[in-house]
């Protein structure tokens, strides 16, 4: 099984003397972060801050105070946006996926700390020197159906690649219906909608290696037998080392993550913080979601 262990910052390593090429031969099929929005979008720009507001009063995510947002839609046919929160500096800091909800208003999907945010372009850099498409016509379109499905669409004539929205690192899908493979209902968007919501707790604990141990290999998954998760939350308030798996396009992919925090809204919304490797970059994501599409481990 396939598992991504690459980091964006490797593309700017790799790629220093191959920008101008790049850039000169792909075109993103979505607005980048950092185009402004039509002023009937000032709704959902005006909630993208009142949630980065609040969390930046937390202690994790003091990077985040007197920040900007620049927002973008997140993909083409989508009634979602990616806001990215950048500093005084205009580095990225963080970012939020925020979708409509039918019934009016908006949902939280999921956020994120750190300086590779959801689709940052270092990442389809990454991906275009893997794939060997620097001097050829590409084009690449944001794709996203979930918090763990996220990715780059790169096409080249008539040849479609799929590489992870953060690494950058090539999807073992080659084929759009695989992509677009029939969704479940752990699928559908879940997360938080008051508008106002605080949050009640946020908790972060030292980042760890998810592949230091292996237990998903050796050990049943922890059963979870309590609707609020508070028997899960417990052990990672007590610092444990609790790890998260899921699989996808039918068992071809396996991603590992390290759970490093959470944090609770009112209303009772829990969003899990999860890692790839030992650096400061988590993804909150809702903790229902979680545990439909994957399985935790101790």
Request: with cysteine; net charge neutral.
């Amino acid at each position: 099984m396939s598992k991504f262990v690459c980091k964006p910052w490797i593309a700017v390593l790799l790629l220093v003397t191959c920008l101008t090429v790049v850039f000169g031969h792909f075109q993103v099929h979505a607005l980048t972060a950092g185009q402004p929005l039509d002023a009937s979008d000032s709704a959902v720009q005006k909630q993208a801050k009142s949630w980065v507001d609040e969390l930046s009063t937390k202690p994790g995510y003091k990077t985040w105070r007197g920040t900007n947002i620049t927002m973008s839609p997140l993909g083409p046919g989508m009634h979602s946006w990616l806001a990215i929160v950048q500093n005084k500096a205009k580095e990225p800091v963080g970012y939020l996926v925020i979708h409509a909800v039918e019934q009016g208003g908006f949902q939280l999907g999921e956020y994120g700390t750190g300086p590779y945010p959801l689709f940052n372009e270092q990442s389809l850099q990454l991906s275009l020197l893997q794939l060997e498409l620097i001097n050829k016509q590409t084009k690449a379109e944001r794709v996203y159906s979930s918090p763990l499905h996220a990715a780059w669409r790169i096409s080249s004539k008539s040849i479609v690649h799929y590489a992870d929205a953060v690494s950058g690192e090539q999807l073992p899908i080659s084929k759009d219906d695989e992509w677009n493979e029939p969704k479940d209902e752990a699928n559908v968007p879940s997360g938080l909608t008051d508008s106002g919501a605080k949050i009640n707790n946020s908790t972060v604990i030292p980042a760890f290696n998810p592949y230091g141990r292996l237990p998903w290999l050796t050990k049943a998954p922890f059963a979870i037998s309590d609707k609020n998760y508070s028997s899960l939350l417990k052990l990672i308030t007590d610092k444990k080392e609790i790890r998260y798996t899921s699989e996808s396009f039918e068992g071809k992919l396996l991603q590992v993550w390290s759970i490093v925090g959470f944090d609770t809204w009112e209303g009772g919304q829990i969003y899990i913080a999860l890692g790839k490797d030992e650096d400061d970059d988590r993804r909150y994501m809702p903790i229902d979601l979680l545990s439909k599409q994957g399985k935790f481990y101790r």
